[in-house]
């Protein structure tokens, strides 16, 4: 069982940057795929950006290539999200999640074996 833990969320200007964090339990994080999700209101939950366990291997979303950037810290058992240039769409609950596969990763939300519990971000105009 792997609990996950996100933090860093809140409300931010058009333009400017956030960092989320998700702490994860348990001794075998450098298993695990991890992968950042967000779903805003009304919508499908989207595929932000997700990294194979070794770190060697990133996906991002469409929407958010070239802006935001995913890294991990396997040895303190910490995946990140650095968001850039936030836009008002960005607005959404952000979930990270992660994947016990040792290597590569899925994209497919369906996949993915335990959630945290969310942060939202909101993006002002």
């Known amino acids: 069982q792997v609990q996950l833990v996100e933090s860093g969320g809140g409300l931010v200007q058009a333009g400017g940057s956030l960092r989320l964090s998700c702490a994860a339990s348990?001794?075998?994080?450098?298993?695990?795929?991890m992968g950042w999700f967000r779903q805003a209101p009304g919508k499908e939950r989207e595929i932000v950006a997700v990294m194979s366990g070794s770190g060697g291997n990133t996906y991002y979303g469409d929407s958010v290539k070239g802006r935001f950037t995913i890294s991990r810290d396997n040895a303190a058992n910490t995946v990140y999200l650095r968001m850039n240039s936030l836009k008002p769409e960005d607005t959404a609950a952000y979930y990270c999640?992660?994947?016990?596969?040792?290597?590569?990763?899925?994209?497919?939300?369906?996949?993915?074996?335990?959630w945290g519990q969310g942060t939202q971000v909101t993006v002002s105009s």
């Open positions: 348990g001794r075998t994080f450098s298993r695990y795929a």
């Open positions: 999640a992660a994947e016990q596969r040792p290597m590569g990763f899925t994209i497919r939300p369906s996949e993915y074996d335990f």
